[in-house]
């Protein structure tokens, strides 16, 4: 079922991903969020940077994942609450101001996409 | 946080022996960047949060080339951590290899008691201070504490309404002992004086707009009950025996609701079992 908002996405996020991770799909989801959201926060930019420093971490975690369901669940579970925090931040930021509405419209376009 | 997030090398820059990150941190989201080397890092004294990842650039780390290091109170870390700006992480578009710094522990900014009356209620809330401090040449000895914490409260905005009160929020991030100590002296009773240990939910919405249920997970320390004028409550939680909690919520009212004067309320948070 599609994220409403960020907000669902954010606790939603976990539901999700594990069921993406049953079904043998996660490393794939998760690496094509991130190349669809990376392009979306300009390192250059301070205000996306407080956002788009996550993806640093986002990726390293994709790289450690093996494909299929064979993944270590401790690798399972960082990527859980990593994209749990991403998407309160992506939320919060936009409310505050420092990424735009465009943005986080994008981030969850993305999410619902790859991670729902 | 305020935007821009200011430079821990404008510290240094300064001339100052160390640098440090201290800010009031308004969500479980916030990422904040580090862009001084250090010889060793901890978490600085007035820390409420009891895990900080801190992330780095490190080519040797096969794949991710990403290194982590989790800051703990028993954990400093003794060892150099230096941003790489001459180079990136590996990511399309490529980031610069700045240090990174996140919270570990579950943090909910928009919590509320189970229970809460907008209409009988008010909520009080201590915002989480971040610390961390780094060393440019290496300290004299490491902290593995954080520093004993009190909150005292000795007059109560309690909501106007029968059986009125008001709640305290109060950030506990794995201490492992907390005591609660209320001194009626107002002169008339307090009624449904509790306590709850809190664990901040990170897989459904804690928050419904509305009424309804709410997922954090609340643990009874005390049950409601009554404080007469003039006796003391003291309440002691070791985690050994009541739990590790991310927060503490606190509620007491009065028979008619209104502020309540002259009840000190302290809580005292340690690190020491």
Known sequence: ?116 | MTYPQPRTSDQIAAGAPQWRLYTKVAGQGEIYEIDNSCTAMALGPESDFGQIQISYLDPSVPTSNLGAVRLTPQYPYGGRIAPRLDTSYPLSPPRKGIVLASLFDNFNTGYLPSGFNVSKMQLFVVTPILDIIGWQQPPPTLPQKRADKTFEYQFHACTVAANGGIWYVLPAFLRRYAMFHLFNNSGATIKNYEIRGVNFSTVSNPNPVGPGPRDDAESVILAAGDIADGTVSVVEAPASTKGMFDAYAIFLSSVAGGNISNAPLRVYLTDDA
């Open chain 1, 1 to 116: 079922m599609a994220f409403a908002n960020l907000t669902a996405a954010t606790y939603g996020c976990a539901a999700t991903m594990y069921a993406r991770w049953l079904a043998g799909t996660l490393k794939a989801d998760l690496t094509a969020f991130s190349a669809s959201v990376s392009p979306l926060f300009s390192d250059d930019n301070p205000n996306d940077r407080t956002v788009g420093n996550w993806l640093v971490i986002v990726q390293a975690i994709t790289s450690q994942m093996t494909a299929g369901i064979t993944a270590d669940q401790s690798v399972i579970d960082s990527a859980v609450q990593t994209l749990y925090r991403f998407f309160n931040q992506t939320d919060s930021r936009r409310a505050t101001g420092q990424i735009s509405l465009a943005q986080a419209n994008a981030v969850l376009a993305a999410a619902n996409a790859n991670l729902s």
